[in-house]
């Protein structure tokens, strides 16, 4: 498929793990089901009494913090009398954060917002509840759980980028293969941890070639960095000439800021989705529900869009979408990559001794 809009409504996530990891598992959805069944106005007004009498709702998540903080200010001016505590975390630290309160028998979160790493932990820890947002019905069904356990948020779209003052539009890369041209020989960097993105290559190209194409890159002198944002940032400032992985929306901020930068349509582009879920024994599972409720939201997901998110709405537009027009970008299984993370991780340092 060559449009986003296609790559919503085609992607085919893998869920038959996650229905088994919760088949037996009790849930604060219980706490919920008497909604069930309901009108959407009698529903909308039992779930905001419950969760004003809660007062708040509790979210882990890895947003910047202009960003998480514009979500809960447009959730509390819709819901007044209802704050949200947020807390901010890394990927990895969500995840040892999550472990750590799930060994002692009490998650502090209602929400938790992650990625596969994250999704993964919560199928081993048994704490998602089932939940069903009315603001799904928008959705594309591979976009949420068949068992109500999981859904989309919005999406992170990774990109070449490279600086335009030292590129010029004919060198611009538009194959993978276009990487391994003498141009870059020790011109490019990449992020030492670009785990995700060698698996996505794995699932698309298989292991011979894609070994190849890693091995090619590693010929290449590649400059290793942590971290995409700072790699972008590098990129900004003239240090490489480009980097091989990074998020578009980075890219796309950079640009409206002046910065001489521009991102590669090498085909394909992959797509790497943010995940939602209720936690089973949310402290406070009505506003726990109505945050997500409204995360969903075409209100919540113009949020998103505005500060340069792709929204998983197929109603809600985003700058991201527009510039991507016509290109090739694919979904890989993000879970599948989550549970080989750690072998992901071994290989690639295998192929490139200097990402250490």
């Known amino acids: 498929m060559t449009m986003l809009r296609a790559v919503l409504g085609g992607v085919l996530l893998t869920v038959g793990l996650l229905t088994a990891a919760f088949a037996d598992a009790a849930q604060s959805g219980d706490a919920l089901s008497a909604l069930e069944g309901l009108a959407p106005t009698e529903r909308l007004a039992r779930l905001g009494a419950g969760a004003r009498a809660e007062g708040e709702a509790a979210i882990y998540l890895n947003l910047d913090p202009i960003v998480a903080n ?59 509840a089932r939940y069903r947002s009315p603001s799904l019905a928008a959705y594309p069904e591979n976009f949420r759980d068949k068992d109500g356990f999981w859904n989309v948020n919005f999406l992170n779209i990774l990109v070449p980028v490279y600086n335009s003052r030292l590129v010029s539009k004919d060198e611009v890369p538009q194959r993978l293969e276009d990487l391994l041209r003498p141009r870059w020989k020790s011109k490019m960097a990449m992020d030492s941890q670009s785990y995700y993105w060698f698996g996505a290559l794995l699932q698309h190209l298989g292991e011979d070639a894609t070994v190849k194409l890693m091995r090619g890159l590693n010929d290449q002198n590649l400059h290793h960095v942590r971290g995409r944002r700072l790699l972008t940032q590098l990129i900004a400032a003239g240090e490489y000439d480009l980097a091989i992985e990074t998020n578009l929306n980075t890219v796309i901020s950079l640009m409206q800021h002046g910065a001489p930068v521009g991102f590669a349509p090498v085909r394909p582009l992959f797509l790497r989705p943010s995940f939602l879920f209720l936690t089973r024994a949310a402290p406070h599972p009505h506003a726990g529900a109505l945050l997500i409720d409204y995360l969903l939201s ?17 109603r809600v537009s985003s700058r ?15 879970l599948d990559i989550g549970r080989r993370y750690a072998a992901l991780g071994k290989k690639y340092t295998e192929l490139f001794p200097g990402a250490k």
Not at 320 to 334: A, N, S, W
């Open 70 to 128: 514009a979500l809960s200010a447009g959730f509390t001016k819709q819901y007044p009398g209802i704050k949200v505590q947020i807390g901010r975390f890394s990927g990895a630290s969500i995840i040892a954060r999550v472990e750590t309160e799930a060994r002692a028998g009490k998650l502090s979160a209602d929400v938790i917002m992650s990625g596969e790493l994250g999704i993964l932990v919560l199928i081993d820890r048994g704490v998602m």
């Open 298 to 314: 075409e209100e919540g997901q113009k949020i998103l869009a505005a500060h340069d998110r792709t929204p998983a709405h197929p």
């Open 320 to 334: 991201e979408t527009q510039v991507l027009k016509g290109l090739e970008i694919k979904m890989p299984d993000p």
